[in-house]
């Protein structure tokens, strides 16, 4: 294969961050054309690697070179990589949500006539991008009012706006359901045909593996290896070797003797009304908890489950709930987050950046945040307690960091993601709520946290867990309640299940 016929080359890249060689000596080599998969656990130098590439990190701050099209670039900018032909969409979309799609596609380039933006041609442009990434939606329709699928498209269509050669995703589809998924790796083979090269950065190894013509392993910011997937047929088993330095047969940890205890847990004809929108978001919920359970709660995006998990939680988004909620078979009024915490219930958000954690601060400040009460001596917090009730926890959930005291927001994902459960467990509760436990993290972190849950279940906790990965809901559940639009649509026993089975009653 001559070079030439590699639109990219990253010879030897080197780059250190204080007290951290986050890449030590990678070389990538991408081929024209291709659909090039980067995955690694968190923290093995995917996302560093294509920042310098994009110029987010510029010339001069690493080692190495970048040979773009047989030329050797220095970008000193974003907007220096993006002149070249490269564009990356980050994980976190960067969308404005009160503008409208075309506003959105053209912001920063604007399509001008004279010193004014025409918008009249900026919006037929914006339809000829949407049509390319088959988007069947009204240009001038607020970003806010499109669901997350359609945003991530929006973000493909920015960057084909601006005559994009190198794509480059970093996790499009963790957010997405199965359908938009789909849609969207459909989407990037389409663009492939067209003559643009993607590069996707991924932990969906499923996906990786159905869309990628070639997969080079990081681990521990050296390149492991980069995988021909046109002559042969890779596995996940091979790739997940590759990913953590050794063979992880099972994924999904077994739990020996599993026994459960009575319901420790119920919901009676649960039904709440979102006065923000103007309807009823949940239907008439019957939903039960044995003690020593894991129970998963499958459903398409938009089913109702987070809003289930935050009408119990205290109700924080003041719906206006009919029904009943029994805790130990005693009938209970959760009104607030605290009263929940109270009754040993607690929730673990999705969005762990977001809503979860304060990532400015270190893991000693985030995981007393749920219950500081306990902390307090007289009108103050004793600092002792503080240090060791982190340490405890930084022991048991085995966080990969310096100290306690290093900043959450430089931690991994898989690492952030336990800071999240450990500052819900500082809550000492009975039933823990985990909302999407594993999205963003790799496949050994997953499995971290997976032996995580079963330990929690051993001692006598129980578990909801909210997930969009049918594989994950089959492998930890003991119990499965399936959603579709607001109602439960069924309940089956994890020996019985299978994803068509869930897939059935979540389309309902």
């Not at 690697?49 to 099209?69: A, C, Q």
């Not at 920063?108 to 390319?132: C, Q, S, Y």
């Not at 009919?322 to 209970?332: A, S, T």
Request: hydrophobic share 40%; net charge neutral.
């Amino acid at each position: 294969m001559k070079d030439a016929e590699y639109i990219l080359e990253m010879d030897n890249i080197g780059k250190t961050f204080p007290g951290v060689k986050a890449l030590d000596g990678v070389n990538f080599k991408v081929k024209r054309g291709e659909i090039h998969c980067l995955v690694g656990e968190n923290g093995a130098g995917k996302s560093t690697l294509m920042k310098i590439l994009s110029g987010v990190y510029p010339s001069g701050t690493f080692t190495g070179r970048i040979i773009l099209n047989s030329t050797e670039q220095h970008f000193r900018s974003i907007e220096d990589s993006e002149r070249a032909g490269i564009a990356i969409i980050h994980q976190e979309l960067a969308l404005i949500p009160e503008l409208t799609i075309y506003e959105n596609i053209f912001l920063g380039h604007e399509i001008k006539k004279g010193p004014f933006i025409d918008w009249n041609e900026t919006i037929i442009k914006a339809k000829e991008v949407l049509k390319r990434i088959r988007v069947n939606i009204n240009p001038e329709t607020k970003v806010k009012d499109v669901g997350v699928g359609v945003q991530q498209l929006v973000e493909i269509g920015k960057a084909l706006s601006k005559d994009v050669k190198l794509l480059i995703l970093d996790e499009p589809t963790a957010a997405l359901s199965e359908v938009d998924c789909e849609n969207l790796l459909q989407i990037l083979r389409e663009l492939k045909k067209q003559g643009i090269t993607c590069i996707m950065i991924s932990h969906k190894l499923k996906e990786v593996i159905s869309i990628a013509d070639t997969i080079t392993v990081l681990r521990d910011g050296k390149t492991i290896t980069s995988i021909d997937a046109t002559k042969r047929k890779v596995e996940e088993k091979e790739i997940i070797k590759y990913m953590v330095g050794r063979e992880i047969e099972d994924i999904y940890p077994k739990r020996e003797g599993v026994k459960y205890g009575d319901v420790c847990f119920e919901l009676k004809n649960w039904t709440a009304f979102d006065p923000s929108k103007g309807r009823e978001i949940l239907h008439n919920i019957n939903f039960k908890v044995h003690k020593g359970e894991i129970v998963g709660i499958a459903g398409l995006m938009g089913a109702g489950r987070t809003e289930m998990a935050l009408s119990i939680f205290g109700n924080t988004k003041h719906y206006i709930i009919k029904g009943e909620l029994y805790v130990n078979g005693v009938k209970k009024h959760l009104s607030s987050p605290e009263k929940a915490i109270k009754e040993k219930i607690v929730y673990v958000t999705e969005d762990r950046k977001g809503n979860g954690l304060v990532l400015i601060q270190d893991i000693k400040f985030n995981i007393p945040l749920s219950n500081l009460k306990q902390l307090l001596k007289g009108l103050f917090i004793d600092q002792h307690e503080e240090v060791n009730a982190a340490n405890k926890f930084f022991n048991e959930l085995n966080i990969k960091a310096r100290s306690i005291e290093q900043v959450v927001g430089t931690l991994s994902g898989g690492n952030q993601q336990k800071v999240s459960v450990a500052k819900g467990l500082f809550t000492l509760p009975d039933l823990l709520i985990l909302d999407e436990p594993t999205r963003g993290i790799d496949v050994g972190a997953k499995f971290e946290i997976y032996t995580i849950m079963n330990e929690l279940v051993k001692r006598g906790m129980s578990i909801i867990m909210i997930s969009s990965e049918l594989p994950e809901i089959l492998g930890m559940s003991d119990r499965i309640y399936v959603m579709s639009n607001g109602t439960m649509t069924g309940v089956i026993d994890a020996k019985d299940a299978t994803e068509e089975k869930i897939m059935e009653m979540a389309t309902a």
